[in-house]
């Protein structure tokens, strides 16, 4: 990550809140909520949330789980995280960590999440940035732990579509190779990928599962 792209980051995490509240509170709500009930942990789990920014999946998550799980919220934004930290203490959460890093050089030991999240930030990654995450993810997942991965999904108005490319080009060339082979992207690095549509149609996500390994070595 580079150091201007994280000085960009702690400059608009002063009006990163008052933005998404002017251009899409609802639908940013009923994101979260679609992402936040497509996971699964056991009771005591813990999630892990990459590129959190002022940690609205973080505290979403830690909000409908209140008795059960802990919620670590990781950004490289110092900027982001400030922001994150008094809206956790504003709703009483207790089972919510932030954490300053990287999201493709993780400071956790391997096996150490039920679940990974990560929502609309995938494709803020270089390629190289996108390939070392999801080996990262799949490092700090347990056996059986999965990866939710949200992200906008390529808009139908060709005017759109036209401005996402070149959204997808600012993160370099390999970012629309991505885009057209996304599931490969991620079955290099997990076993099981799928991809569902958000009831709003707006955007989509990707589930990969870390499956275990039978004594023998194979997948199981």
């Given at each position: 990550m580079s150091f201007l792209r994280r000085l960009y980051y702690d400059a608009f995490s002063s009006f990163y809140d008052p933005f998404v509240r002017f251009h899409s509170k609802d639908k940013q709500e009923g994101l979260r909520g679609f992402l936040v009930a497509r996971v699964k942990v056991p009771e005591g789990g813990l999630v892990l949330d990459l590129c959190t920014g002022?940690?609205?999946?973080?505290?979403?998550?830690?909000?409908?789980?209140?008795?059960?799980?802990?919620?670590?919220?990781?950004?490289?934004?110092?900027?982001?995280?400030?922001?994150?930290?008094?809206?956790?203490?504003?709703?009483?959460?207790?089972?919510?960590?932030?954490?300053?890093?990287?999201?493709?050089?993780?400071?956790?030991?391997?096996?150490?999440?039920?679940?990974?999240?990560?929502?609309?930030?995938?494709?803020?990654?270089?390629?190289?940035?996108m390939a070392s995450m999801l080996k990262e993810a799949r490092r700090v997942l347990r056996p059986g732990g999965m990866l939710f991965v949200m992200e906008h999904e390529t808009p139908k108005k060709p005017i759109l579509r036209v401005l996402f490319a070149i959204r997808m080009l600012t993160v370099g060339l390999k970012g629309l190779h991505t885009l057209k082979d996304e599931l490969p992207c991620f079955s290099a690095s997990f076993e099981g990928v799928t991809k569902e549509t958000s009831p709003s149609g707006d955007s989509k996500l990707i589930i990969a599962t870390k499956q275990y390994k039978t004594h023998g070595g194979a997948l199981g």
């Amino acid at each position: 990550m580079s150091f201007l792209r994280r000085l960009y980051y702690d400059a608009f995490s002063s009006f990163y809140d008052p933005f998404v509240r002017f251009h899409s509170k609802d639908k940013q709500e009923g994101l979260r909520g679609f992402l936040v009930a497509r996971v699964k942990v056991p009771e005591g789990g813990l999630v892990l949330d990459l590129c959190t920014g002022t940690g609205a999946v973080a505290l979403a998550f830690a909000k409908a789980r209140k008795d059960a799980s802990l919620v670590v919220g990781l950004d490289f934004s110092r900027g982001m995280l400030r922001r994150a930290k008094p809206k956790a203490l504003s709703l009483g959460l207790c089972n919510v960590a932030l954490v300053q890093a990287a999201a493709n050089a993780l400071p956790f030991k391997p096996e150490t999440f039920h679940a990974v999240t990560c929502s609309h930030a995938f494709y803020e990654l270089n390629a190289l940035e996108m390939a070392s995450m999801l080996k990262e993810a799949r490092r700090v997942l347990r056996p059986g732990g999965m990866l939710f991965v949200m992200e906008h999904e390529t808009p139908k108005k060709p005017i759109l579509r036209v401005l996402f490319a070149i959204r997808m080009l600012t993160v370099g060339l390999k970012g629309l190779h991505t885009l057209k082979d996304e599931l490969p992207c991620f079955s290099a690095s997990f076993e099981g990928v799928t991809k569902e549509t958000s009831p709003s149609g707006d955007s989509k996500l990707i589930i990969a599962t870390k499956q275990y390994k039978t004594h023998g070595g194979a997948l199981g």
